[in-house]
């Protein structure tokens, strides 16, 4: 079977993907692959928006501010810095590209464009489409994607691994492509290129509740940790307070927007609990409002609580939430009329492949941007809005630096086809769809929103029990798409547990019952090495 050969070959078609394609220009050969159809992945059911200081009263210091607030002393000021001082330019070109954003409001731009507040925020400042901000800018994105010249684009494919000098045997060790399945032809393919990127989003799935789709299995940061590049901050897995709790809709998000709206978190007697556990009440930072959601539901054995919206005008509330409304509607829940039933849900991978201000990871010609990557910008907890923002400075960075050195870069060796010599069809589905479900389970139960050290103990002997049969089972079938998203999510979880347990404190999103403060002496990033790994010379 011939082997394609691109200049950059794109894993992820979210916004950092897509993002990446278009600032690269047309002489450029570019591959983007995308597990479903392109949109679908997280970026398109993001509802809340993209935090930027486009507002004469806010300013760059006091993004900043707000960010190394929310992330607990584990920031990198200097990528905060960057992050949000590239913020305006980002906005702008999205708007080039033809995203409609929200206009005229009592907070507005001097541009007439709506600003909402959310939590962690100490300004309005988060520019959105209504509340389906993602889809906005993710179909716009693959509009334009679709348009340009020399994309070529690859539905339905998977990354199994990356192909590295290493594993072919030669120097250096770089990044060459990967090997990839054809979900709709059951072939494994062999895609060569100059430089890869990863941007295959993040690990919720890994837990049994989540608002991420399903494709969320941490692919990319399973394939680079194989490949020997180092993650960090693995532990920081943020849990979004308000996803709608009804058996119809286990992924459905409730916006941090309707709370920076005026939206009120009750108990199911009715009482409002959050100014009991933070002076910023509803706008406080994710991380300390779903624990006190979560404590809230133990201490009384309630199912889910509630948000309130409906002490705004109506229209007001239809005009600024439309998705949530009508989804709501649908399901028998008028927002304008009484509180939303929600439940925390897990939501952001705030650690990842560890990468640098050009989005480089440890292995030369392979890149990492959006929430599969870690740059230092959220640290210990992700405020509201800065992820969508991440991708777009990250994916301009990247694709300032590839096109510097592509002109220089030399084509990669030669490549073997994939052997599937040795392996056979598989003989019990049952054993991968059993280890999913006891995977996402005890992570939900032991690795969750508050920890223990027993705990993550019985997780990580489980973890070492799933990674055995898996491994096993992967070397002896054929693989297929839910065998490679279960190897995916299991070597995610032991990660996860790995540096949760290395963190002896409770610090943004980690919270322990064992060490419940915060320790001055760990205020640094949780960085794991694997064995492959090799200093970038």
């Not at 199994?160 to 979900?183: Q, S, W």
């Not at 897995?237 to 978190?265: D, K, V, W």
């Not at 933070?278 to 930072?285: M, N, Y």
């Not at 829940?333 to 939303?340: A, G, K, L, Q, Y």
Request: charged share 25%; with cysteine; net charge negative.
């Amino acid at each position: 079977m011939p082997k394609p050969l691109y200049d950059v070959l794109i894993l992820g078609s979210g916004a950092a993907g897509l993002t990446l394609a278009l600032r690269l220009p047309d002489w450029v050969s570019v591959a983007i692959l995308s597990k479903r159809e392109l949109r679908e992945g997280s970026t398109y059911y993001a509802q809340g928006g993209i935090s930027a200081v486009l507002d004469a009263n806010d300013s760059t210091e006091a993004h900043v501010q707000d960010t190394l607030t929310a992330g607990a002393g584990l920031c990198d000021p200097d990528q905060v810095r960057l992050v949000v001082e590239q913020g305006p330019r980002c906005i702008h070109w999205l708007l080039e590209q033809g995203v409609r954003f929200t206009r005229n409001g009592q907070a507005s731009t001097s541009d007439g464009y709506h600003l909402t507040r959310e939590g962690g925020h100490s300004h309005r400042r988060v520019i959105h489409a209504a509340d389906a901000t993602g889809k906005a800018v993710e179909t716009t994105l693959e509009t334009q994607v679709r348009a340009r010249a020399n994309r070529s684009l690859f539905e339905h494919h998977i990354a199994i691994d990356l192909i590295t000098g290493r594993k072919l045997g030669v120097e250096p060790d770089r990044c060459f492509g990967a090997y990839v399945l054809d979900l709709k032809r059951g072939q494994v393919k062999t895609f060569r290129a100059r430089f890869v990127v990863i941007a295959t989003g993040g690990a919720s799935k890994v837990y049994l509740y989540t608002s991420n789709p399903d494709i969320a299995t941490g692919d990319g940061i399973a394939m680079a940790w194989r490949a020997g590049c180092r993650v960090a901050n693995m532990e920081f897995m943020q849990f979004h307070p308000t996803c709608l709790y009804h058996p119809e809709a286990r992924n459905f998000l409730i916006s941090e927007a309707l709370r920076g709206e005026g939206g009120r978190l009750l108990l199911p007697d009715g009482e409002r609990f959050m100014p009991r556990f933070d002076e910023r009440a509803e706008l406080a930072p994710r991380d300390i409002v779903a624990r006190a959601i979560d404590h809230e539901m133990k201490r009384l054995g309630a199912e889910c609580v509630y948000l309130d919206i409906s002490h705004r005008p109506a229209a007001f509330v239809r005009e600024h939430f439309p998705t949530i409304y009508h989804r709501c509607l649908e399901l028998g829940i008028d927002i304008t009329r009484e509180p939303i039933p929600v439940v925390p849900a897990a939501h952001y991978t705030c650690g990842g492949i560890l990468t640098d201000a050009q989005a480089r990871t440890d292995i030369p010609g392979l890149y990492a941007i959006g929430e599969a990557a870690y740059t230092g910008l959220h640290g210990a907890n992700r405020m509201a809005s800065n992820s969508l923002l991440e991708c777009l400075v990250f994916a301009f960075q990247a694709a300032a630096h590839i096109e510097q050195n592509l002109p220089d870069q030399a084509p990669p060796p030669a490549v073997p086809d994939w052997d599937a010599s040795r392996v056979h069809e598989p003989d019990e589905a049952v054993v991968v769809s059993h280890n999913w479900e006891e995977l996402r389970r005890f992570m939900w139960d032991y690795v969750g929103i508050v920890r223990t050290n027993k705990r993550l103990q019985r997780a990580k002997r489980r973890i070492d029990l799933l990674r055995h049969e898996i491994i096993e089972y992967y070397g002896n079938f054929q693989v297929h798409n839910d065998l490679l998203e279960l190897r995916n999510l299991v070597e995610v979880a032991d990660l996860i547990v790995r540096s949760a347990q290395r963190r002896c404190e409770s610090r943004g999103l980690h919270y322990t019952l064992d060490f419940p403060w915060e320790d001055p002496d760990q205020q640094f990033p949780t960085i794991l090495i694997p064995d492959s790994y090799r200093p970038r010379s």
